[in-house]
């Protein structure tokens, strides 16, 4: 079983930025491909971005695409999440996912 930490949220004007990261702990991080994936207010929870255990063939939404970059480092055991050019409805808590496991989430909030 791993034990996923999201960090990074908060507080951002329209066209700003975040970093989040993911903590993974348990089993061999390596091993395994990572996914973002995000609840909006009122909405089911969305897939957002992947990445292969190597780091190799990120895949994206279109609705982020050209504005996040998924990332790993399989050396730290964390995956991270650049989100520039950030609009009002990338309000979300955002979360991490291996395995069918999740962490407890991150909220995101951009206010126009």
């Known amino acids: 079983q791993v034990t996923l930490v999201e960090s990074g949220g908060g507080l951002v004007q329209a066209g700003g930025s975040l970093r989040l990261s993911c903590e993974v702990s348990?089993?061999?991080?390596?091993?395994?491909?990572m996914g973002w994936f995000r609840q909006r207010p009122g909405k089911e929870r969305e897939f957002v971005a992947r990445?292969?255990?190597?780091?190799?063939?990120?895949y994206y939404a279109e609705s982020v695409k050209g504005r996040f970059t998924i990332s790993r480092d399989n050396a730290k055991n964390t995956v991270s999440l650049q989100m520039n050019s950030l609009k009002p409805e990338d309000t979300a808590v955002y979360y991490c996912?291996?395995?069918?496991?999740w962490g407890q989430g991150t909220q995101v909030t951009v206010s126009s």
């Open positions: 990445i292969s255990r190597s780091g190799g063939n990120p």
């Open positions: 996912m291996c395995r069918g496991e």
């Open positions: 348990g089993g061999t991080f390596s091993n395994y491909a």
